[in-house]
């Protein structure tokens, strides 16, 4: 798994408005965008559906024990899961090889719209992955343990 990509405001501001059309045209109540490690990476709409953390780490535990079972009926990995409930319902959709765009919607829309949608969403925040992966990498943070065991050891006594 890589690691988590470092996001700029425009990064998150493009992220934020391939969410924001997405839903306004599947009129769902909730989009996030994961990675396959359960991290959030952006979420847009209806924040009071449940705690984004939760579904988001769930959504990728869900998505890894899938992949698992397509490989047992011949499958490289089924590229969609689709749940439904009473009155809720979720759709999740790899985006690339380490991105999956989970959508919470309920019964005001249905899934044919949700997935017809997705699938443009998806390309879109393909794209914006591939350009947020594929930067210089000497851009952003670096994190080296040393100089942080280092810099500690400036306020011992």
Known sequence: MEMIPVLTIQDVAEID??????????????????????????????????????????????????????????????????????????????????TILVTVFGGNTTIGLVRFYSTRASQQLAATMRNIRTRPKDTGFAFDANAVMQAGSLFKR
Request: charged share 20%; net charge negative.
């Open 17 to 98: 408005d391939s969410l924001a059309t997405y839903l306004e045209q599947s009129e769902a109540s909730l989009a996030i965008v994961i990675d396959k490690g359960g991290n959030i990476l952006s979420q847009h709409g209806d924040l009071d559906v449940g705690d984004a953390v939760i579904v988001a780490a769930l959504a990728a535990g869900s998505f890894a024990a899938t992949k698992e079972l397509a490989r047992r009926i011949g499958e490289q990995e089924f590229s969609a899961l689709y749940n439904q409930g009473a009155t809720s319902h979720i759709f999740m959709q790899a985006v690339d090889e380490e």
